[in-house]
């Protein structure tokens, strides 16, 4: 068997489109939805994350602001501009790219963000709400994943899915949004992680396994029920001298011998990665409504 590979890039496409038709309704009505990012220091993976955000704004005619700063920026300074940010009119969405570096707190800064305009769902208002079955933001990767899910005809409603990785980012928001009670859920739930006794065995459980552990090819083919449905959420740069930058990106799941054993699998990259970019998108045109009173 050879799985289908479920296009990501494609999905999101579709979504963008979407998207672009919620932004000219609100620029009808004099609103014009706006994203800030705020990058702290030079690591060059969250440069590339927040530069491609940033371009997804302008590709959908959103107002966009990118906040970069070298990585010295005290807390206070960082604080003080999330402040500036959260009493600015034309921004809707405010995104802090993690990590931070080690002498900023992060849940600091989360926690100073307005939660009206917390377009990761990062904030623990939003986490709460996220649990309790009336979310203002779902987290973008996690809501991602969901839309992954539905639009490849792979919907997890009764499916036992095993989650590897519990992480506040994905792993256990994600776990959350799988479990409720909902069409669009309604799953039975495992979150295994590196502590797992034998995590091979309650891999092979899973209808549907999604893997956030961020090791590379960690998840291997035999690991696998036949016929999963397999969702790679790593993004692990491994050397490779054959490309002119050194190194190419591969997932957290050993892609090669998992596509002979699963029924569908996302690519890395192509897969979960412009799912998330794009349920940023997703996230600010609604911030944009709710702060302006449109339902
Ligand atoms: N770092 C890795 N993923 C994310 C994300 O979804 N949002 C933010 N703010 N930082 C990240």
Redesign the pocket.
């Known amino acids: 068997m050879s799985a289908s590979i479920i296009d990501g890039k494609q999905i999101a496409e579709e979504i963008k489109k979407e998207v672009a038709r919620g932004v000219e309704e609100l620029k009808k009505q004099g609103i014009t939805p706006g994203l800030a990012t705020v990058l702290v220091g030079e690591d060059p993976a969250?440069q590339t994350?927040v530069g491609m955000k940033v371009k997804d704004c302008e590709a959908l005619g959103m107002h966009s602001i990118a906040e970069n700063h070298p990585a010295e920026m005290r807390e206070d300074e960082l604080l003080s501009l999330v402040d500036t940010l959260n009493k600015d009119n034309d921004v809707h969405g405010i995104?802090?790219?993690?990590?931070l570096p080690g002498h900023i707190d992060e849940q600091k800064v989360l926690l100073a963000i307005n939660p009206d305009k917390d377009v990761?769902g990062?904030h623990p208002d939003n986490v709460g709400r996220l649990i309790i079955g009336q979310p203002r933001f779902s987290?973008?990767?996690p809501a991602g994943i969901v839309e992954l899910l539905h639009r490849s005809g792979n919907p997890p409603a009764g499916k036992h899915v095993v989650v590897v990785g519990r992480s506040n980012?994905?792993g256990k928001p994600l776990a959350v949004l799988l479990m409720q009670k909902n069409d669009r859920a309604n799953a039975t739930v495992t979150v295994a992680h590196s502590r797992t006794q034998d995590l091979p065995e309650v891999v092979r459980s899973a209808d549907i396994v999604i893997a956030a552990i961020g090791r590379a090819n960690f998840i291997k083919a035999d690991w696998l029920k036949p016929g999963a449905v397999v969702i790679d959420v790593g993004t692990n740069r491994v050397e490779d001298a054959t490309r002119e930058r050194g190194w190419r990106l591969v997932g957290d799941v050993d892609f090669d011998a998992a596509v002979e054993v699963a029924s569908a699998i996302t690519p890395v990259p192509g897969g979960v990665g412009p799912m998330?970019r794009t349920m940023?998108m997703v996230n600010t045109v609604e911030a944009a409504r709710q702060l302006s009173g449109i339902s």
Not at 95 to 99: C, H, I, M
């Open positions: 969250s994350y995104l802090v790219q993690l990590p990761d990062f987290p973008c990767t980012i994905v998330t940023l």
